[in-house]
């Protein structure tokens, strides 16, 4: 069945550092790739998408590209701040069966000042 | 748009009792899941609806957990007799984006905690 597997955390880094979390799928078809997040007391927000293979996804310094030859879509910030620190869900979309997405298990990310 | 809403967001309960969650989705969407998270077993799909009607409830733990649609704007997921094990956070989240990506927006949660 479809999957997502992403880099375990948690991952701890300093204000302005590089991020990069890795992600990869399978998937029967061609998904709709997703990063969600999820900072202290709230529920997930959808953080960007991408619907097709080469597509980038941008939010808040965040990109991730949608990489078909290796199922990856791996997430990318620049430099990262404090308030970045949340955990961070890859999620994909069958789109061809109803609505329901796969999660992965979830990235905790910590930044130091 | 208020977005997904949840009540309560804390309940307190002691072991035995029964318990009612509450969701109202995104006016217009037709699905609606039901989730639950814990830090043992991270985030856990529990059932979800398409047009008021339960398309997958393999995820529900036991016979002691319920869900209903009556209606496109109102959901519960009812715990009777609730545990200490069903502690966790509950969220709501309801799709509908007929253009294809299928994205999911999440309620704020609600916290139960059973002593």
């Known amino acids: 069945g479809d999957s997502v597997t992403q880099m375990e955390g948690p991952v701890t880094l300093s204000e302005e550092a590089f991020l990069t979390i890795n992600c990869t799928y399978t998937?029967?078809?061609?998904?709709?790739l997703f990063w969600y997040v999820q900072y202290p007391g709230e529920g997930l927000q959808l953080l960007l998408k991408a619907t097709k293979a080469d597509d980038k996804g941008s939010n808040k310094g965040f990109e991730a590209t949608y990489r078909k030859e290796t199922t990856s879509f791996h997430l990318e910030k620049g430099s990262v701040q404090v308030s970045d620190s949340a955990v961070y869900f890859c999620?994909?979309?069958?789109?061809?069966?109803?609505?329901?997405?796969?999660f992965g298990k979830g990235t905790r990310l910590h930044i130091l000042p | 748009d208020a977005g997904v809403i949840q009540s309560p967001r804390h309940e307190v309960t002691e072991m035995g009792q029964e318990v009612t969650l509450r969701c109202k989705p995104i006016s217009g969407h037709d699905y609606l899941f039901w989730y639950r998270q814990t830090m043992m077993r991270g985030l856990e799909l529990l059932i979800y609806?398409?047009?008021?009607?339960?398309?997958?409830d393999s995820g529900m733990p036991e016979d002691r957990f319920s869900a209903k649609m009556p209606n496109a704007s109102f959901s519960t997921l009812k715990i009777q007799p609730s545990e200490p094990r069903d502690s966790a956070v509950y969220f709501c989240?309801?799709?509908?984006?007929?253009?294809?990506?299928?994205?999911?927006?999440f309620g704020p949660g609600t916290r139960l905690t059973v002593t």
């Open positions: 998937a029967t078809g061609y998904p709709s």
């Open positions: 999620a994909l979309s069958d789109g061809n069966r109803d609505d329901k997405i796969i």
């Open positions: 609806f398409n047009n008021n009607v339960p398309i997958d």
């Open positions: 989240a309801s799709s509908g984006d007929r253009v294809g990506t299928y994205e999911q927006y």
